[in-house]
T-cell receptor, first 112, second 113 residues
Framework: DAKTTQPNSMESNEEEPVHLPCNHSTISGTDYIHWYRQLPSQGPEYVIH???SNVNNRMASLAIAEDRKSSTLILHRATLRDAAVYYC?????????????FGTGTRLKVLA | NAGVTQTPKFRVLKTGQSMTLLCAQDMNHEYMYWYRQDPGMGLRLIHYSVGEGTTAKGEVPDGYNVSRLKKQNFLLGLESAAPSQTSVYFCASSYGQGGSEAFFGQGTRLTVV
């Protein structure tokens, strides 16, 4: 299965934009790119997903490279509540079934 | 809406004991998944199910068994617990079609002594 690579940690100042990068150079054409975040002692929470085109929702934006080998999660204005571990995940298709493959995630620290 | 509910939330086992973790979802999802998360690591897929009565192995299936007798429930069993199975276990469910998002439970913290 394809894998994702993310920086271990990043810092951002409150109210500033945050760009979280992810590499997935072995992605297949049918694999979706998902982002989830995990707060302490909680399960992962869905943020956004996309296949080829850039995506926006109320939480964030997802920018996908033209060759799909990398993507960037954009938080437009970081708040203290955005401090979490952010996972870039591939939803892979194998023999007609779907699996979510996690990387090790980026721990985002937001500074007041 | 309950979403995905895991039972129990905490458990301590002695080596060699058995137990079953229950995952229940009320969203009529076809797909269900069991993951484990170890300190400082991402989630690793143990087993998953694409529908009632079907199961498949994930990345780290050894030492675990699963069953999906009802669409809304996915059980994870440890027949003979080992200290290496000390972890936080997460269940998830999804529709499986398109790029659909996964919904996760709150986790079960299992300690094997």
């Amino acid at each position: 299965d394809a894998k994702t690579t993310q920086p271990n940690s990043m810092e951002s100042n409150e109210e500033e934009p945050v760009h979280l990068p992810c590499n997935h150079s072995t992605i297949s054409g049918t694999d979706y790119i998902h982002w989830y975040r995990q707060l302490p002692s909680q399960g992962p929470e869905y943020v956004i997903h996309g296949l080829t085109s850039n995506v926006n929702n109320r939480m964030a934006s997802l920018a996908i490279a033209e060759d799909r080998k990398s993507s960037t999660l954009i938080l437009h204005r970081a708040t203290l509540r955005d401090a979490a571990v952010y996972y870039c995940i591939l939803r892979v298709t194998t023999s007609g079934t779907y699996k979510y493959i996690f990387g090790t995630g980026t721990r985002l620290k937001v500074l007041a | 809406n309950a979403g995905v509910t895991q039972t129990p939330k905490f458990r301590v086992l002695k080596t060699g004991q058995s137990m079953t973790l229950l995952c229940a979802q009320d969203m009529n999802h076809e797909y269900m998944y069991w993951y484990r998360q170890d300190p400082g690591m991402g989630l690793r897929l143990i087993h998953y199910s694409v529908g009632e009565g079907t199961t498949a192995k994930g990345e780290v299936p050894d030492g675990y068994n699963v069953s999906r007798l009802k669409k809304q429930n996915f059980l994870l069993g440890l027949e003979s617990a080992a200290p290496s199975q000390t972890s936080v276990y997460f269940c998830a469910s999804s529709y499986g079609q398109g790029g659909s998002e996964a919904f996760f439970g709150q986790g079960t913290r299992l300690t094997v002594v």
